[in-house]
């Protein structure tokens, strides 16, 4: 099991919409539609934020959005604010019952 | 709401084993799993494994395997991972969280705070 592939940073001004890729393969990302995505902030545990590729758990602001195209899902935050400023971690279903993360990407709102 | 905590941080000798526990509360804790993820310091998330609260059954990432023991006490909705050989590269933040969907579940809806263990000699 290979740690899905992500940016290791991305950066982006207040009110900006940044986008942060997911790239696994045909055995985990791209053959099921179970991806999730979690913001986690330094010292903290992670946070549930997108579920089932694009479905959004109630709290979780509608700025934030899922998607998957092939092998590689993506989150996009829209109107950026400080307080999304975190480490950004996809999981994907790999078969077999197991799961399998990203190597998360830190964001950064400038 | 939906809790689950964790025990406290623990220091170990490289070859020892250690045993985190997770006491869930707010939910009907047979009717979940309890997944086992654990964070290096400055590293990404890495899943360990599983527990299906309701009939024990487990599964465990290949990079695990024969190393760590899940097990439940439903009577206490109590979640346990015994990871042993330890060496220092399994210092690391483990957390446990509770799948959101029906067992094995593949998203995690609740979180532990998480447990600090430390390998050193």
């Known amino acids: 099991q290979s740690a899905l592939t992500q940016p290791r940073s991305v950066s982006g001004s207040p009110g900006q919409s940044v986008t942060i890729s997911c790239t696994g393969t045909?055995?985990?990302?791209?053959?099921?539609?179970?991806v999730s995505w979690y913001q986690q902030h330094p010292g903290k545990a992670p946070k549930l934020m997108i579920f089932?590729?694009?479905r959004r758990p109630s709290g979780v602001p509608d700025r934030f959005s899922g998607s998957k195209s092939g092998n590689t899902a993506s989150l996009t935050i829209s109107g950026l604010q400080a307080e999304d400023e975190a480490d950004y971690h996809c999981c994907s279903y790999a078969g077999s019952y197991t799961v399998v993360f990203g190597g998360g990407t830190k964001l950064t709102v400038l | 709401q939906v809790q689950l905590v964790q025990s406290g941080a623990e220091v170990k000798k490289p070859g020892a084993s250690v045993k985190v526990s997770c006491k869930a509360s707010?939910?009907?804790?047979?009717?979940?799993?309890i997944h086992w993820v654990r964070q290096a310091p400055g590293q990404s998330l890495e899943w360990m494994g599983w527990i299906n609260a309701g009939n024990g059954d487990t599964r465990f990432s290949q990079n695990f395997q024969g190393r760590v023991t899940l097990i439940r006490d439903t009577s206490a909705s109590t979640a346990y991972m015994e990871l042993s050989s330890l060496r220092s590269e399994d210092t690391a933040v483990y957390y446990c969280?509770?799948?959101?969907?029906?067992?094995?579940?593949?998203?995690?809806?609740?979180w532990g705070q998480g447990t600090l263990v430390t390998v050193s000699s």
């Open positions: 089932d590729v694009s």
């Open positions: 045909s055995s985990d990302v791209g053959g099921y539609n179970y």
């Open positions: 707010g939910y009907t804790f047979t009717r979940h799993a």
């Open positions: 969280t509770k799948a959101g969907a029906a067992p094995p579940g593949n998203w995690f809806d609740s």
